[in-house]
């Protein structure tokens, strides 16, 4: 998937959907399934909490809602970084908004703290990514409303590898075939980085948790360990030896080796794309190479929209996610705020006709939700400490097993 600065002006196309006016939010899908009778009947009003960047994407929708409903729909802006404290700590008090935008593994925690509504998605959860849908449900009921799917794929300068690496082993191949003493860089650090290394985990079969027969997370089910986990730390120690892996690389490291021509292949995400081929670099989005004969499955993290449990018009708020920010103008309106891939299927479809986005649509289709249960918490305390260890020289079977059992008994 070749990426030059003249296909970051791929995005504009997308403009084009503009014209499919926000008022037509209120389509046949509306009409099958809006709330009508027990919505637009009723005045009122719903308090919408956004990220400041993304009101702006919205304010169509929100006009078109209450154009057809009466409903007024208020965006209150608010900094990322406080939306979910906010949310949890107002909800019980009743001074929370009815909706409030967010990520999927807030999931566990606003479920605990009993803060948020389970949505009604009817037919149109079919419509939407797999990974998306899988992600926005806990203990089997459907609690947010996506719009982007988010995962990692390694970048990589064409102009110094020519072709995409069939595996990990050939990657390294290439890279210094290309005279290149560092042939891939990715973000480390002192403590690790597990986020970053986890589809090497899951590609020897080690898994953070095992799923249930409808693909929710089981906590009880820890697979770090065994032979998958034994087998993956003698990788990483491996790799460390070798300097393929090195804590020394922090994430600005990594992308200045990048930039600077010294790595052609660089495992990150969308976030950096942009500094990339500001830098020149003509970029190509690859799948993950794996370093075993199975795919290399990186976490997804996928954003959306919860409806708080004590909103006093649930109804509205659960038509308004559906019918309106669940349609394929809005995602693409959202998507051009954030340029991340839209979670609805035929949004996604569109926007990755730049090669960019569809080369992350690629990799996706290989992710796996970053887990939202609560026992998460208790890996990602140890996990990135000992995969840092393993790299530096530690015991890779004595140092994954005692992450094990940490897990293990943090969990209990």
Partial sequence: MKVTKRSIAAFAAITVLTSLALAGCSSAKSDDKSADGAAAGNSGKLVVWVDSERVDALQGAADAYQKKTGVKVQLVGKNVDDIKDDFIQQVPTGKGPDITMGAHDWLGELSTNGVVAPLELGDSGAEYLPVALQASTYDGKVYMLPYAVENIAVLRNTKLVPEAATSFDDMIAKGKAAGLDQPFVVEQGAEGNPYHLYPFQTAFGAPVFGTDANGAYDANDLQLGGEGGTAFANW????????????????????????????????????????????????????????????????????????????????AANDFLVNYIGTADVQLELFKAGHILPALTAAADKAASDPIIAGFQAVGGEAVPMPAIPAMGSVWQFWGVAEAAIINGADPAATWQKLTEDVAGAIK
């Fill in 236 to 315: 990483l120690s491996a790799q460390g030896k070798a300097g393929t892996l090195n804590t020394d690389i922090d994430g600005e490291i990594a992308k200045q080796q990048f930039l600077d021509g010294k790595a052609a292949f660089w495992l990150t995400g969308p976030w950096n794309v942009g500094a990339a081929v500001d830098g020149g670099i003509d970029v190509a989005i690859d799948k993950i190479p794996s370093p075993t004969d199975k795919a290399a499955s990186p976490f997804a993290g996928v954003k959306g929209f919860f409806v708080s449990s004590e909103s006093k018009n649930k109804v």
